[in-house]
């Protein structure tokens, strides 16, 4: 089964970068499509960001589009979100999964601890 760990989060000021890791172990991580999520502090989770398998694909929620880019390094078991131009808004906890999810969390959870990211005005 395919487990994750997102890291690189941090505070910034607005108009900073963050990139973003999730290291990923399970032989079958290259078949996978992937996702970043994000949750602000009372609110539902999003996606942000999908990539496909081979990482020939990509999709972003309108917000970010043209300010983030998600990759993959198959060899490596890791997906990235660059953010840039980051704004208050931007503001959540990141998560990373399969998509759609699967469990990936500890005791069959879908979702792990994920990584904080803070934008300062």
Same mark, same amino acid.
């Given at each position: 089964q395919v487990q994750v760990a997102e890291s690189g989060g941090g505070l910034v000021q607005a108009g900073g970068s963050l990139r973003l890791s999730c290291a990923?172990?399970?032989?079958t991580f290259s078949d996978y499509?992937?996702?970043?999520?994000?949750?602000?502090?009372?609110?539902?989770?999003?996606?942000?960001?999908?990539?496909?398998?081979?990482g020939g694909s990509a999709w972003y929620v309108e917000s970010v589009k043209g300010r983030f880019t998600i990759s993959r390094d198959n060899?490596?078991? *890791? +997906?990235?979100?660059q953010m840039n131009s980051l704004s208050p808004e931007d503001t959540?906890?990141?998560y990373c999964n399969t998509d759609?999810?699967?469990?990936?969390?500890?005791?069959?959870?879908?979702?792990?601890?994920?990584?904080?990211? *803070? +934008?300062s005005s």
């Open positions: 990923a172990s399970g032989r499509d992937m996702a970043w999520f994000r949750r602000a502090p009372g609110k539902e989770r999003d996606l942000v960001a999908t990539i496909s398998a081979s060899a490596k078991n *890791t +997906v990235y979100l959540a906890v990141y759609p999810p699967l469990p990936i969390g500890e005791k069959g959870d879908y979702w792990g601890q994920g990584t904080q990211v *803070t +934008v």
